[in-house]
């Protein structure tokens, strides 16, 4: 018995084992009700800061974008008054298409401030250090990958809104590629002032003023 372990010497071995299998349990419930909690608490949540600003330049952009266009029509045809700002203003206001508006505002709330926010933190994910070698490789991303998506979107987004998703196919033949195109010369300088020259504290305001002449030019693209 002895060999055995006797003398208390099996039981001092026993008895540890049992309350190390016994502890993790009650252990286990609390770190499963923390990572439940932790779970619910950074689940998804709908980035809402994003999308308001996303969908306030997306406005900003599209009403800019109708003023000067309304208000160069007007102008010309009213090119022999004296009195040409007081005869053109009523009639650009009159005439600003608010649906059209309102599909700029949605897009940018419900699609492209999500969206973008989401890409962004995968990015970052991705490439969490601020080497020449990853800014690169962040701006390639983008045009490549985030550049394509957002024109794909924002074309049908608009289609759908004016009911005209059998022209979908037509637009993006027409309008897609020259549309690429001209934003890989808008936002590839721009991205690279992003990542590289500008504090990270001044990025998003940045980005959210390149943002106004982008949605200008893709809200007059639409349009046509």
């Not at 800061?49 to 800019?64: E, F, P, Y």
């Not at 009195?83 to 009639?91: C, G, Q």
């Not at 934003?183 to 992003?194: A, Q």
Request: hydrophobic share 40%; glycine share 8%.
């Amino acid at each position: 018995m002895e060999a055995l372990g006797g003398n208390g010497a099996f039981w001092g071995w026993k008895l540890p084992e049992i309350r190390n299998t016994k502890r993790p349990f009650p252990s286990k419930s609390k770190s499963s009700d923390s990572s439940a909690e932790s779970t619910g608490s950074r689940g998804y949540r709908f980035p809402l800061k994003q999308a308001v600003t996303a969908s306030s330049l997306a406005l900003t952009g599209d009403t800019i974008a109708q003023l000067s266009s309304h208000w160069r029509k007007r102008k010309d045809s009213i090119s022999g008054s004296s009195d040409t700002s007081k005869d053109v203003m009523p009639s650009v206001i009159s005439d600003h298409d608010w649906l059209r508006a309102l599909r700029m505002t949605s897009y940018g709330f419900l699609l492209y401030g999500p969206g973008s926010y989401a890409w962004y933190k995968y990015l970052d994910h991705c490439l969490p250090h601020q080497t020449p070698q990853n800014i690169m490789l962040k701006v390639l991303l983008n045009q490549i990958v985030l550049g394509p998506c957002v024109i794909g979107v924002v074309f049908a987004w608009n289609n759908l809104w004016l009911g005209k998703l059998s022209e979908l196919p037509d637009k993006y033949q027409k309008d897609a590629l020259p549309t690429l195109f001209y934003g890989f010369r808008f936002w590839i300088p721009v991205s690279l002032l992003n990542f590289w020259v500008v504090p990270l504290q001044a990025r998003v305001a940045f980005m959210s003023v390149g943002s106004i002449f982008w949605n200008f030019y893709l809200s007059s693209t639409m349009s046509q």
